[in-house]
C-alpha cells in the first residue's frame, strides 16, 4: 500500500487538501494535530482508505471507500484513558449509483453507536427512514485498540471487526 499525506481529503475532488509531506505528518502525529493518511494500492489505483486522526481532540477515524470514491464504511474511535475505542460503525449503500465522490447519496446507511459499558445501538436508515433498536450487556473488548505509531495503521484498518 502507497500512502500519502495530507490536512484533510476533499471527497467532492477525490484529492488531498493541503499535502503534507512524511514528516510534517509524522510531527502532527506526535503533538495530536490533525492529518489524513490516505492509502492507495498502487500509483495508479484510486484511494481505498483514509485514516483521520486529531489525538489533540482524542479523535480518529477510518473511512474505507469503493471504487468510485465513496465512503462506504467509516469507523470513528475515540481516545479513552490513553486507548481508541471504536465508538461508531457506519456502512453506506448506494445502490446500482455510480456517481463518485461526494455527489453520491447513499439509498441506506447502518450505523452502530457503541459504549464503554456494552450498549449498543443500531440505527438503519433507508429512503428517509429511519428504525432503532438497541442492546445491553455486549461484550465490547474487541473495540479497543492502542494508539497507533505514526504509519503503522494495521490494527486500526482491519475491516473486519466482528
Not at 9 to 22: A, D, G, I, Q, V
Not at 85 to 92: G, K, N, R
Not at 128 to 141: F, L, N, Q
Amino acid at each position: 500500500m502507497i500512502w500519502t499525506y495530507c490536512e484533510q481529503w476533499n471527497n467532492l475532488t477525490e484529492t488531498p487538501m493541503n499535502p503534507l509531506t512524511p514528516e510534517q505528518a509524522q510531527s502532527r502525529h506526535a503533538s495530536g494535530q490533525l492529518y489524513t493518511a490516505v492509502a492507495f494500492r498502487d500509483e495508479h489505483s484510486a484511494a481505498t482508505l483514509r485514516v483521520e486522526m486529531r489525538l489533540e481532540t482524542g479523535y480518529a477515524s477510518v473511512i474505507f471507500m469503493d471504487e468510485y470514491g465513496r465512503d462506504s464504511l467509516d469507523y470513528t474511535f475515540t481516545l479513552v484513558n490513553g486507548s481508541l475505542f471504536l465508538e461508531a460503525a457506519t456502512s453506506y449503500d448506494y445502490g446500482d449509483s455510480q456517481e463518485r465522490g461526494g455527489y453520491a447519496d447513499a439509498e441506506r446507511m447502518e450505523s452502530y453507536d457503541f459504549t464503554t459499558d456494552g450498549i449498543i445501538r443500531r440505527t438503519v436508515e433507508v429512503d428517509g427512514e429511519e428504525s432503532k433498536e438497541s442492546r445491553h450487556g455486549i461484550d465490547v473488548t474487541g473495540n479497543w485498540e492502542s494508539v497507533p505509531n505514526f504509519g503503522a495503521y494495521d490494527a486500526l484498518i482491519r475491516r473486519d471487526r466482528a
